[in-house]
Every structure is written in structure tokens, then in C-alpha cells.
């Protein structure tokens, strides 16, 4: 069973960046679905962007041209960079993967933007 762990979270201005990286334990393949998704207090948990290729990606239209998501199978790292952060986009960010039917998910990290 692969195990996701998130890093990159913290503490941002408006305005400013973030990377947040998630790592796997075990293997990670091309057929693989990867994705980030956020929980803010008292809502449902989103999608923000997904990704199966380079060229097959998805973002919520609220992050759209703001964040830019990456993947490399080889390493096992799912990436999400973060611009033009705005204070609603402060959540707990989850990194998933989504294979044969099952979601993996890791134990998430915070990200916080002050405005």
C-alpha cells in the first residue's frame, strides 16, 4: 500500500507563494490519478487540481492561473505550486492518489494566507 506525506505548508501573505510536495513510500505509476485537494474549517473537502500526464490536467476554477500542478512518476512526487496566494485559500491541503478504484490519501498539510 503506497503512503502519501505532504510537505510545504506554513504560512503565507496575500499575494505570495508556496510549494506544497507530497512523496510517496512506494511506486507510483503513469496510470496513476494525482491530485490535491483542500478542507477549510466547517466545508466539504475540494478538489484543486489534478493530474495524469502533463498534458491531462485539472484545476478548480478558483485556483486556475494561480497554481500549477506537477507530478514525476520516477521520484514518486506529486507537486502543487501555489501563486497570488489569497486568504481563501488557507485550508489543510491532502495530496491523493487514486488507483483501481481506491483513494489513497496523505495526512495533509496546512496553509494558511494572511491578507
Known amino acids: 500500500q503506497v503512503q502519501l506525506v505532504e510537505s510545504g505548508g506554513g504560512l503565507a501573505q496575500a499575494g505570495g507563494s508556496l510549494t506544497l510536495s507530497c512523496t510517496a513510500s512506494g511506486n507510483i505509476f503513469s496510470t496513476d490519478l494525482m491530485g490535491w485537494y483542500r478542507q477549510a474549517p466547517g466545508k466539504q473537502r475540494e478538489l484543486v487540481a489534478n493530474i495524469f500526464s502533463a498534458a491531462l490536467t485539472k484545476y478548480a476554477d478558483s485556483v486556475k492561473g494561480r497554481f500549477t500542478i506537477s507530478r514525476d512518476n520516477a521520484k514518486g512526487t506529486l507537486h502543487l505550486q501555489m501563486n497570488n496566494l489569497k486568504p481563501e485559500d488557507t485550508a489543510e491541503y491532502f495530496c491523493?492518489?487514486?488507483?483501481?478504484?481506491?483513494?489513497?490519501w496523505g495526512q495533509g498539510t496546512q496553509v494558511t494566507v494572511s491578507s
Open positions: 491523493n492518489v487514486h488507483r483501481g478504484g481506491v483513494s489513497i
